[in-house]
């Protein structure tokens, strides 16, 4: 029988996300996308791919990663933005592209970036995370986070979850976007590197060889285009001489 494990304490620091505003809201600030009144086709489309753009991150948004069923269930109010973001969070694509690709400690971070909208307070939080993780499963895990008080108070039920205070008000610079964050890390890209792949900046692109065309097809095609070459200026030559009359077309 399996041991569940409670959510260890961790200390608190201050973050942005953690100091009050009082602000006017205006540009800087982050748009909102929330299902609390009644939207358009138009911006219900829009929130949908601002949850893709927010769990998937915008290079993992593909037409073939798309999650019909739940977006279908979300236009007819059959669920609600939190659980469309949590089958997001649990579809194929997310684990493939995300979980597997990642230890417990990154995975966590990930998640708490673009689920709860700030990052971890530290490796204690990482850790408390972690074990959640291992103890109750990826479901386990994505259900604490989005059952949390700290979610249900900053998105409720209807509002897709975004990086909370990243810009704060007279200072020239933000926290950077979450997205910046590369999807794995040095630990996986070894793993790739060590299967062949190569990501150094100077590395040469080699085409397969079943891609590059034969001699013999090299020439044909040049023949080809001499010869279209040659009928096209007999066309032009013909339809000049027509002009003058000194033939009939």
Known sequence: MSVSLPLLSYPVSSQNQRVPGFEVPGDEQPYQYSTDRLLSGQELDNLILAAYRRIFNEQQVLASTRERSLESQLAGKQITVRDFIKGLLLSDTFRRRNYECNNNYRFVQMCIQRVLGRDVYDNREKLAWSTVLATKGLEGFVTELLESDEYLDNFGLDTVPYQRRRILAQHTTGEL?????????????????????????????????????????????????????????????????????????
């Open 177 to 249: 976007p979450f997205e910046r964050m590369p999807r794995y890390g040095q630990d996986y890209l070894a793993q790739l590197e060590a299967l062949g792949n190569d990501f150094s900046s100077d590395r040469q692109v080699v085409e397969a060889p079943y891609l590059r065309p034969s001699a013999t097809v090299l020439q044909i095609a040049g023949w080809l285009t001499k010869a279209g070459g040659v009928a096209l200026a007999a066309l032009v030559l013909a339809v000049v001489l027509s002009w003058f009359g000194w033939i009939s077309l």
